[in-house]
Structure formats: structure tokens, C-alpha cells
């Protein structure tokens, strides 16, 4: 089984500043995704990164693939109370569609 | 496009009874998936399918969880007999051959007392 740690766990910030999720496996992946998930919802996919050492920006989020293909990170510049919720990351196998989730991390931006 | 479409949103059940979720895919995908998250353990894969065939139930915990997909527009998931501790929220996602990632249904969120 392939593992996915994330960290920090939670996340409590003040509007304007900046963040980073790390994620974190022993494994290599052939892609790895980002979902953010909020309340009484499904997560929804914010982007995948598919190439070792890819960055890929979505407005104020910048995800990176470690060159391993083995970890990634989230940063967010500048966060906004939009941006609360539950961060996911999650590992694509070489073989096939499963995903493998990592634990998440909690952000709350405070106005 | 509606999305997944996963029902019911809510289901309270006494223990010992049969629960059965249902989950309509996303028009063209042919991966379904179904999840369960709870607090303590994430987001687990319980069981997968590509073109309504099962590929990977080794995340379904015991033989009281089972799933169907009798056709590429629907797919069900049935607990019998339910548990306290199969309380948690399922998902269903689907995703195509595009790469574009999973899309996931608002979950339902099973209470078993």
C-alpha cells in the first residue's frame, strides 16, 4: 500500500498571509492531485501535476511535484477566507485509475 | 452537466438493518469509485470499477459491504447488516480517460445506531 503523510495536519492563518501543505510518500507516483473539500461536499480537484519537478499555478496557488515524483506541495500566496477548507492529496498508481488519498490538512484563513 | 448524483444525502438506520447507497456517474466516465471518510481514517477506497467491471474490492472491510454496477449509469452499495462503526460519509467518483481527475458526489452521510 502506498502512503500519503501530510503536514501540517491543521492550519490556522490571518488573511493576507501565506501558506504551504507539504505531502509526503515513500512511493513514487505516476501523477499526483490536489482537492480541496468544504463542508458537506466532495472534494473537487484543483489540479494534477503529472511530470517530476512540474509547477503548475491556479491564480494565487502554486503546486509543485517533487522531481522523485515522490512529494508535492501546496502554497498559497496571500490567503483569503475563501480559501478555508480541507486540503487533500492524493497519488495515482503506474498501473491503472486508483487513487490514494493522503489525510488532509484543515486551513482556516481568518478575516 | 449535473455531476455524480449520490442518494440519499442522509440516512439514520438501527443497527442490524440493510442500508443501500446509490450513485449515478457522470455521463461518459468509466471509473467508479466509492469511498468512505471518517475523522479518523481519511478517505479509504472501498471499491472500484472500470466499464462496470469490479477491479478492486480490497478495501471493502468485511463481508457485509458489497457493490454493484449493473450498468454504466448506476451503482449501488449495500451494508447488511449495519454497524455503529460503519457510521461515516461515502462518496461516489467517477472519472473518464482524459486525466482530468476524479468528480466526486456530495457523499452521504450514514449514521447506524
Known amino acids: 500500500t502506498q502512503l500519503l503523510e501530510q503536514s501540517p495536519q491543521f492550519l490556522s492563518i490571518q488573511e493576507g498571509e501565506n501558506l504551504t501543505v507539504y505531502c509526503n510518500s515513500s512511493s513514487v507516483f505516476s501523477s499526483l492531485q490536489w482537492y480541496r473539500q468544504e463542508p458537506g461536499e466532495g472534494p473537487v480537484l484543483l489540479v494534477t501535476?503529472?511530470?517530476?519537478?512540474e509547477v503548475k499555478k491556479l491564480k494565487r496557488l502554486t503546486f509543485q511535484f517533487g522531481d522523485a515524483r515522490k512529494d508535492s506541495s501546496l502554497h498559497i500566496t496571500a490567503a483569503q477566507p475563501g480559501d478555508t477548507g480541507l486540503y487533500l492529496c492524493?497519488?495515482?498508481?503506474?498501473?491503472?485509475?486508483?487513487?490514494?488519498f493522503g489525510g488532509g490538512t484543515r486551513v482556516l484563513v481568518k478575516p | 452537466d449535473a455531476g455524480v448524483i449520490q442518494s440519499p444525502r442522509h440516512e439514520v438506520t438501527e443497527m442490524g438493518q440493510e442500508v443501500t447507497l446509490r450513485c449515478k456517474p457522470i455521463?461518459?466516465?468509466?471509473?467508479l469509485f466509492w469511498y468512505r471518510q471518517t475523522m479518523m481514517r481519511g478517505l479509504e477506497l472501498l471499491i472500484y470499477?472500470?466499464?462496470?467491471?469490479?477491479?478492486?474490492d480490497s478495501g471493502m472491510p468485511e463481508d457485509r459491504f458489497s457493490a454493484k454496477m449493473p450498468n454504466a449509469s448506476f451503482s449501488t452499495l449495500k451494508i447488511q447488516p449495519s454497524e455503529p462503526r460503519d457510521s461515516a460519509v461515502y462518496f461516489c467518483?467517477?472519472?473518464?480517460?482524459?486525466?482530468?481527475?476524479?468528480?466526486f458526489g456530495s457523499g452521504t452521510r450514514l449514521t447506524v445506531v
Open positions: 470499477f472500470n466499464n462496470n467491471v469490479p477491479i478492486d
Open positions: 501535476v503529472v511530470t517530476g519537478g
Open positions: 467518483a467517477s472519472s473518464g480517460t482524459d486525466n482530468y481527475g476524479y468528480t
Open positions: 455521463s461518459g466516465h468509466n471509473s
Open positions: 492524493a497519488g495515482e498508481e503506474a498501473a491503472g485509475n486508483k487513487l490514494t
